[in-house]
């Protein structure tokens, strides 16, 4: 018999045993036996770990701006009321009595005189500078060129002057053309005697007398004076003016005033006139004569020759 039997064998002889004894037993039934019972295990449930909570980290803190500090706003000083400063002064420094005018020019009419030591406000100047307008003579503002007088302040702020009259066109007067006398032939016994020629026209004023003087200032001057035949200083002969032409061709004219004025008054050199020109210095010879208000030539010309220092001219008509 084979080994792997044997188990087989001893089961089976076993199981005949207990049907026998069974069997043979009291025929109460057995009591059963409790079905023994297993021990129940705990059900495991597993437990979910919940996902770990990030922790949050700490907000950073927003750091506060300073609180600016405000200060008060600084005043603005407000800006010093300059002191008004007062205009220069113009010293009257040429001749005893200097010209004013109505403009910056001799081409203006003359308006009045200044005596040397006149110290005159200035107001206003031209644009080239040479020329100041000055307050006051006869109550006026007028103009009186810059190198008769003397500026011993800062001009610098001085204004060029508005609304500058524009000088008056000056009326040329025609040349007076001397007279030539008609050449005379030599009687001829066959032809009759020429007829004398037309006598000239009679002038209403004569040469009476032309002084020339030294000024060293850079102007010439001619002083006219118009008498009446009894050369009466009291009765100036008015209603004409004087003419001068210089050796440019430039003229000028100026009335006679009703009254005589004096030149270098209280000096030996003491003159009266009531008619001035001036001109630029230029040497050469001028022409000087009486004209009516229609620019007639009515008098004998003066030709006055400039040279160095000789630059006055004291020119003199009278009556016939």
Known sequence: MSRKCIPWLVLAVAMLVVALAAACGPSEEPTPLPTPTRP????FTPTVAPPPTATPEPATPTPEAPTATLEPPTATPEPATPTP???PVAVVSGAAQVNVRSGPGTGYPEVGQAARGTELEIIS????????????????EVWIVGRLVTVNSDTSGVEIAANIPTPPVPTRAPTPRPVQPAPTQPPAAAQPTAAP??????VQFVRHSNDARPNSNPIVSFFG???????DLSKPVTGFKMVVEAPSGERKEAEFGPVFQRGDPGLPSEFVYNAKIEFPTADGTYRAW?????GNVVSEVWDSTVSGETRIFLSRWKQP
């Open 40 to 43: 129940m295990r705990p059900t």
């Open 85 to 87: 400063q007062p205009n």
């Open 125 to 140: 100047r031209n644009d080239a500078g040479d020329w100041w307008q000055v307050c006051c003579v006869n109550g006026q």
């Open 197 to 202: 020629p037309p006598p000239a026209p009679a």
């Open 225 to 231: 004076g118009l008498y009446n035949q009894q050369l």
């Open 290 to 294: 009486v004209a009516d208000p229609g």
